[in-house]
């Protein structure tokens, strides 16, 4: 008993540590440059800012990865390429893309008028530089988010349906918290989930989730092309 005890209370810390890094780039970066150079300009200091982000983002990220490595989180990594399962990734993510394209058209044009909530959890690319932004929402958020939210909630229970309700309602909470917009997350938190689910490979997920961020943007601006609304 004593021994399980550990075993959860190791996975809980890990995943909390992994949440750190993925969170004190933005926070450090910010608190530096205020602290060190608030004689500048506004345009100077978000300069300043963006360097510094990135550097500790880079540094955070190789970080991550190695602790990841380490405790085994990309095991089986070779059978991810297979003919088959590559076929089956990207069912994933085509699926979840129309799936959330529907969802976040509903919520836009029905849920946020009827209810009053327009909040947005996505990352405000107006205030950072570009390659912060897309380094985040392309490689950090993948990588971080499908290791905490799935990969360590996994090890921390032992029943996996459990563990996927967990990972879902945790997910999509920590990205928009009580609003509205919380059940358009969680089915792109259910579809991430259902991808780890079904093989316990984190590297299945952590592509899935990839695959949507990267896509999201010129996939969206297609269907409205076609479609005329979101």
Request: glycine residues 4%; charged residues 10%; aromatic residues 22%.
């Amino acid at each position: 008993m004593q021994k399980g005890k550990f075993y959860k209370l190791k996975w809980l810390i890990i995943a909390l540590f992994l949440f750190l890094l993925y969170l004190l780039p933005n926070i450090i970066s910010a608190n530096m440059v205020s602290l060190f150079f608030w004689t500048k300009s506004y345009d100077q200091m978000l300069q300043y800012a963006g360097y510094s982000e990135l550097f500790l983002l880079i540094l955070g990220n190789v970080i991550g990865i190695f602790i990841c490595y380490r405790f085994g989180f990309y095991n089986k990594w070779k059978s991810v390429f297979s003919i088959k399962n590559t076929i089956i990734l990207l069912i994933f993510i085509i699926t979840l893309l129309i799936v959330e394209w529907g969802a976040q058209t509903f919520y836009q044009y029905y849920a946020s008028g009827i209810l009053g909530d327009t909040q947005s959890a996505t990352y405000n690319e107006s205030i950072m530089p570009p390659v912060v932004y897309y380094t985040i929402i392309n490689f950090s958020a993948p990588v971080f988010e499908e290791a905490i939210f799935r990969e360590c909630i996994y090890r921390f229970f032992k029943n996996p349906n459990i563990s996927f309700i967990v990972s879902c309602v945790l997910f999509a909470f920590l990205h928009t918290g009580f609003t509205t917009s919380f059940w358009v997350y969680i089915i792109m938190a259910m579809m991430f989930t259902a991808v780890y689910h079904r093989r316990r490979v984190l590297l299945d997920s952590i592509i899935v989730h990839l695959g949507y961020n990267v896509l999201i943007t010129p996939v969206f601006k297609l269907l409205f092309h076609l479609f005329g609304f979101y």
